[in-house]
């Protein structure tokens, strides 16, 4: 397969599964990395077409395009290895898909839809603010909560993050909404709830753009089709398929 034009030899490394950008970056600069029988000490190296690449004395191709929905179970961190030894959604995986990344992240207690791909195309389109991907969240408080909170979600709260607000927000029942947002701030929920004076108790992640859950069940997978890449792209204005 031939690598994509230009791309920087971290990220190159870490899309063919050596390691993340950071394992690649200290790769390089230990000397391991050598580029048409040269040694490259540069992790920000352009790789071109016809660059035969070897780290650690084999041969490294990038792998195939691809990208996966997973529904996240609570209790996972998003990361490959954690500092505080808890279980990561990398588990939930088969070895071949573990060099994956995750678009965006769900932090330890949150559920549901999470995107992981080395497709860079879309992640930088999931991922940039200006594109505004909206997001539709279920949010279960601790408490009842009043009518009033939909308003000032929407209009906006001041947060530990800075000031933050909803696209929209409805209300299912007395202690359960949902909100969907277009930015996608540390802990932005929880720190919304929090503003308007009460606790989150359960948050799923339903929707990414049109793309659902369906009927995925927590802890399992599967490949994003190509119409669902198609309809993400295109929400953020951009239509071009992945390199291969």
């Known amino acids: 397969m031939t690598p994509p034009e ?7 490394l870490a899309s063919a599964g050596v390691g993340s950008r950071r394992a690649c970056d200290a790769l390089v600069q230990q000397g391991e990395v050598v580029i048409n029988g040269e040694t490259c000490l540069n992790p920000g190296y352009r790789v071109q077409p016809g660059d035969f ?3 650690g004395g ?14 996240k179970p609570a209790g996972l961190v998003c990361t490959r290895s954690d500092e505080k030894n808890r279980a ?15 678009v965006g992240r769900l932090d330890l207690e949150s559920e549901g839809l999470l995107i992981l791909s080395n497709d860079g195309e879309l992640s930088q389109a999931l991922t940039h603010p200006s594109h505004k991907i909206e997001k539709l969240y279920q949010v279960t408080t601790e408490n009842a909560f009043e ?28 202690r359960r909404l949902e909100m969907v947002l277009n930015t996608g701030l540390k802990r932005q929920i929880r720190y919304m709830i929090q503003a308007v004076g009460h606790r989150v108790k359960r ?22 089709e190509k119409s669902e890449r198609d309809a993400l792209m295109a929400l953020s204005g951009k239509t071009k398929g992945p390199r291969k």
């Not at 990561?88 to 995750?102: G, Q, V």
């Not at 948050?203 to 369906?214: F, H, N, P």
């Open 6 to 12: 230009g791309i920087r030899l971290n990220k190159y």
């Open 53 to 55: 690449i070897r780290a």
């Open 58 to 71: 084999r041969r490294i191709e990038p792998l195939e395009v691809q990208s996966i929905v997973l529904h």
């Open 88 to 102: 990561t959604i990398y588990e939930l995986l088969p070895p071949r898909l573990r060099h994956l990344a995750h």
């Open 147 to 174: 009518n009033s909170i939909l308003t000032q979600l929407e209009k906006g709260v001041f947060t530990e993050v800075g000031k933050a607000r909803a696209v929209s927000v409805k209300r299912i029942s007395s």
């Open 203 to 224: 948050l799923v992640r339903l929707k990414i753009g049109d793309l659902t859950l369906d009927t995925l069940k927590p802890g399992k997978w599967r490949f994003l």
